[in-house]
């Protein structure tokens, strides 16, 4: 059981709001993400939920009870970080059951919990291994482990793939989305990475400077963003962003369209633009361009296309995938 | 950089130096094994002959030998436990966010810079002095009679002294070893339900291990040659009470004028420090390889 209850959580260093008042809520079982370029908070906002923060103002209630000033331990949270951050001298086994042994758990419990751990995540084999002779994606694992042995009502993770190479991310990527499935227990999972975000979470929380944008499903926020920093943030490459004719056609201060959403071609569109550079992966293309009158775009078009540097090229945004925005940013229905 | 002709010109560019380095650590060392040997003493010049090993049966069968051994390692002994004790302390409390941090870091530092005779002379005449000494003012003040310290305490005025001199040494190493210890640990560990007493005990401590070796290895070679803040002070006594090895070889060669003991009773101390050395590496020196 792990339902977790934000109201108007605060944090200040000084005289800078780096949170200036959070509310959100966390269902049991559920896999949030919190996402968010660096220095948006969500690190802060999860060592807040930690505890290893003090929060200035506001309440965390875990299952309905208000944390906010219990030890971190008391809050029957786990937490995977960054750095793993293993305890360099213990051996694997140690380090998994280390925190069972600060909760005084018999040595038969200790050893039935960290066996049953070990073998979730492949780990029976290194048990007498120090941290220093694992590769990353044990360290990684062993980090789990440490959060899983302590049954806690809600694990946090910390950025905790940024540390690997990109083969190991996918792999353990779909490691932690497999065991969120095997455990049911509820999973905050901060992270820079939008790709993550989407891949992972069944709920996503976008931030930007300690305020919450946007709360949703991956695919509400990619298909109906609430304004022009979640429309941008989520979705790669970025979406474009046009003002002038085309943003008066449509009745806004500026539409925008996501690459993968805009027709090529060589003979005609509404758009005339040139190419630049045409990025070729085989799968599918990525051409940005110099849109007239509009300025630098990016498209996404499937397969190969024979399309190269000062190619002129004709673009033609999908009617029903342009989104509208005022001039602030925020987004007005479809039009 | 590593063809055989830079080898070649590395070594030779390197060879007078070693040389240099070679004979004057080799020649006096070999003078001493053959002065150890010989009937040596300055009062009566001229008259050296062979005499053997009857040096060394003199030396090591001398009861000062046994009292300045066991002076010896209990100064070190004690001086080891007090600047790694307290340098733990020290170094955890300076590694706190509180005020006046910079200064108070640069005055623990402070008596590392002091040479041991002045040092010495300090404690001795400010500190120290049954009369004029601020611990006897400061006895005073509490109604208590003054102690002298260098004839009721010899030895523990000394470890006192050399505590004080060595601490800071201490606490820089050990200060700059709790300073690389990762936040995320004792996050971690503070998640894990550890308290600050198991998270001294379990990540704090271990983490140090490599350091307080390094410690304890250095200052074990500097204290077995304790010398002037006892020639400044207790001049070795009362009786044999302050006498550590070197001071012994001390009294030997330059107040008995007896070369030929003193140099056995050097190559004796230069045996017992790889004595000790080995030991200790033994013991601690593991930590090192990790």
Redesign the interface.
């Known amino acids: 059981m792990g339902a977790i209850r934000l109201e108007k959580v605060k944090k200040t260093f000084g005289t800078l709001d780096v949170i200036p008042g959070v509310d959100l809520d966390i269902n049991d079982g559920e896999f949030v993400v919190f996402v968010g370029p660096s220095g948006c908070g969500k690190s802060t906002l999860l060592r807040l939920i930690?505890g290893?923060e003090d929060v200035t103002d506001g309440k965390i209630l875990i299952n309905g009870t208000d944390v906010a000033t219990e030890?971190?331990?008391k809050r029957g949270?786990?937490?995977v970080?960054?750095?793993?951050?293993?305890?360099?001298?213990?051996t694997v086994y140690n380090n998994i059951a280390?925190?069972l042994k600060?909760?005084g758990e018999s040595k038969e419990v200790i050893e039935e919990k960290v066996q049953s751990a070990a073998k979730i995540l492949n780990l029976t084999d290194y048990l007498e291994r120090r941290p220093s002779a694992l590769s990353g994606g044990q360290r990684q694992r062993v980090a789990i482990g440490?959060a899983i042995v302590?049954n806690p009502a809600a694990f946090l993770f910390d950025e905790p793939l940024s540390n690997l190479d990109a083969a190991l991310r996918v792999n353990m990527r779909l490691e932690i989305t497999g065991l969120h499935q095997e455990l049911k227990t509820t999973m905050i999972y901060v992270t820079h990475d939008q790709v993550e975000a989407m891949t992972m979470a069944d709920k996503i929380v976008v931030l930007q400077a300690g305020r919450v944008e946007q709360v949703g499903k991956p695919m509400e926020l990619y298909n109906s963003p609430a304004n022009k920093f979640v429309a941008g943030f989520i979705g790669s490459p970025k979406m474009n962003f046009l003002g002038g004719e085309l943003a008066k056609k449509y009745d806004c201060h500026e539409i925008g369209i996501r690459p993968e959403h805009v027709a090529v071609s060589t003979e005609n569109g509404e758009i005339p633009a040139t190419v630049k550079i045409a990025e070729h992966l085989g799968a599918e293309t990525y051409l940005h361009v110099e849109a007239d009158g509009y300025g630098p775009m990016t498209v996404r078009a499937t397969g190969e296309v024979p399309l190269g540097e000062h190619d002129k090229i004709f673009l033609t945004p999908e009617q029903d995938r342009i989104h509208r925005f005022d001039a602030h940013g925020l987004a007005l229905g479809k039009s | 950089m590593s063809t055989r002709a830079s080898t070649l010109t590395g070594r030779i560019m390197s060879a007078p130096s070693i040389i240099v380095l070679f004979l004057w650590m080799a020649v006096p060392l070999g003078m001493t094994i053959y002065f150890s040997f010989l009937r040596y003493n300055l009062l009566s010049p001229g008259m050296e002959e062979w005499i053997g090993t009857l040096n060394y049966e003199f030396f090591l069968t001398d009861p000062a030998f046994f009292a300045s051994l066991a002076n010896t390692l209990l100064l070190v002994g004690s001086v080891l436990v007090i600047t790694v004790v307290g340098g733990i302390l020290l170094g955890l409390m300076l590694d706190q966010p509180i005020f006046g941090r910079g200064i108070l870091r640069l005055l623990v530092i402070a008596p590392f810079f002091i040479m041991p005779t002045v040092n010495a002379l300090v404690w001795k005449n400010l500190l120290m002095d049954p009369v004029s000494g601020m611990f006897a003012w400061i006895a005073s003040l509490f109604g208590l009679p003054a102690i002298d310290w260098f004839t009721n305490a010899p030895l523990t005025s000394i470890i006192i002294m050399v505590s004080w001199q060595w601490l800071p040494f201490a606490v820089l190493i050990l200060l700059t070893a709790l300073q690389s210890l990762?936040r995320?640990?004792k996050?971690?560990?503070?998640?894990?339900?550890?308290g600050p007493v198991?998270i001294f005990f379990?990540?704090t401590l271990?983490?140090l291990?490599r350091a307080i070796t390094v410690v304890v290895l250095i200052e074990t070679i500097f204290l077995l040659t304790v010398f002037a803040e006892i020639f400044v002070t207790t001049g070795g006594g009362p009786g044999l009470a302050t006498t550590n090895i070197a001071f012994l070889v001390y009294t030997q060669a330059l107040l008995q004028f007896d070369v030929g003991g003193a140099s056995a009773g050097g190559i004796v101390a230069v045996i017992l420090a790889n004595i000790v050395a080995i030991f200790l590496i033994r013991l601690i020196g593991k930590n090192l390889d990790k």
């Open positions: 930690a290893l030890a971190p331990a949270l786990s937490m970080f960054q750095s793993y951050a293993l305890y360099p001298h213990m280390f925190g600060m909760a440490r302590r | 990762d995320d640990q996050e971690a560990a503070q998640m894990d339900g550890a198991s379990y990540i271990p983490h291990s």
